[in-house]
């Protein structure tokens, strides 16, 4: 079982529509979860980060967090064809807080 | 403009050279990291410096030499590339330890191709 575990896509999402990107994680003590997105050549850039069960909000991004479950989402609501890009999500392990493992990411597409 | 500066951007080396990948922040963090990334691999750590004066392995760090130089700088070195190297290097840094919080600011990347 992979640490971070991602479905790589693609997924397909019509523009104005919510896009949803899951992320299990394997390793219950981690308390700390993030989501990069990443254009086509070029570098991750944080968007969210969570670190408590429920939801977060911010702008057009919501990220929830179940710790029970060993979950966590991302949500893009009224999604544009900027948005189209790889979401990474990264979790600390709780041994080496350090070490940030990052999962191969969701290709996300917008479709005008 | 404050961030992450990774040099090169790209490079080509023949097996067996060697050569050392520079990176430097300017936003004052502590923490300083090394991953590459493959095609469906996703980002895997190389090597780590939590603070000035310490260097730890991540994940992947055969073949790999780094070097702390000061609190901006971060350099990795290969001794001896092969072709497994083939890949983007990343630099990042942040300001404490992810397990706490912080998030990472990524360099632009370094395009390495060993032939």
């Known amino acids: 079982q992979k640490e971070v575990e991602q479905n790589s896509g693609p997924l397909s999402v019509p523009e104005g529509a919510i896009a949803s990107l899951n992320c299990t994680y394997s390793d219950r003590g981690s308390q700390s979860f993030f989501w990069y997105r990443q254009y086509s050549g070029k570098s991750p850039e944080l968007i969210m980060s969570i670190y408590s069960n429920g939801d977060k909000e911010d702008g057009r991004f919501t990220a929830q967090l179940n710790k029970a479950s060993q979950y966590v989402s991302l949500l893009i609501r009224d999604s544009q064809p900027s948005d189209s890009a790889t979401y990474l999500c990264?979790?600390?392990?709780?041994?080496?807080?350090?070490?940030?493992?990052f999962g191969s990411g969701t290709r996300l597409s917008i479709r005008p | 403009n404050a961030g992450v500066t990774q040099t090169p951007k790209f490079q080509v080396l023949k097996t067996g050279q060697s050569m050392t990948l520079q990176c430097a922040q300017d936003?004052?963090?502590?923490?300083m990291y090394w991953y590459r990334q493959d095609p469906g691999m996703g980002l895997r750590l190389i090597y780590y410096?939590?603070?000035?004066?310490?260097?730890d392995k991540g994940e992947v760090p055969n073949g790999y030499n780094v070097s702390r130089l000061n609190k901006r700088e971060f350099s990795l070195r290969l001794e001896s590339a092969a072709p497994s190297q083939t890949s983007v290097y990343f630099c990042a840094s942040s300001e404490g330890s992810g397990g706490y919080g912080y998030g990472y600011t990524f360099g632009s990347g370094t395009r390495l191709t060993v032939v």
């Open positions: 410096s939590a603070s000035e004066g310490t260097t």
């Open positions: 936003m004052n963090h502590n923490s």
């Open positions: 990264a979790v600390p392990r709780y041994s080496s807080a350090s070490k940030i493992i």
